[in-house]
Nanobody, 123 residues
Framework: VQLQASGGGLVQAGGSLRLSCGAS????????MGWFRQAPGKEREFVSM???????YYADSVKGRFTISRDNAKNTVFLQMNSLKPEDTATYFC??????????????????WGQGTQVTVSS
């Protein structure tokens, strides 16, 4: 399975961006699809995840500002990011896993990774 992310860019603080990620090469619906991010000099961190059954999970730092959605039929996940802050600046990675794992916040459980898309929020 290959993941292809898009939608990053440069935006001013308070602005919005929408990330998209599509999966190809598989014949099954991924049990988990979502996003991690990595800022310069920092560790990669969990952002948001959506189960096949549409349960959603968010990092505390993005709750109320980011919304994750999925199109299971197309194995595609989206991340609508509103009220962006300079601290949201990072490379955002799309991830996927065939079967849901309760440790969804742990980057090591994911089998599939996209190439990353840069999000830069200016103050």
């Amino acid at each position: 399975v290959q993941l292809q992310a898009s939608g990053g860019g440069l935006v001013q603080a308070g602005g919005s961006l929408r990330l998209s990620c599509g999966a190809s090469g598989g014949t099954f619906v991924l049990g988990a699809m979502g996003w991690f991010r990595q800022a310069p000099g920092k560790e990669r961190e969990f952002v948001s995840m959506r189960r096949e059954n549409n349960q959603k999970y968010y990092a505390d730092s993005v709750k109320g500002r980011f919304t994750i959605s999925r199109d299971n039929a197309k194995n595609t996940v989206f991340l609508q990011m509103n009220s962006l802050k300079p601290e949201d600046t990072a490379t955002y990675f799309c991830v996927g896993r065939a079967v849901w794992n309760v440790q969804y916040y742990d980057l090591n459980v994911y089998d599939y990774w996209g190439q990353g898309t840069q999000v830069t929020v200016s103050s």
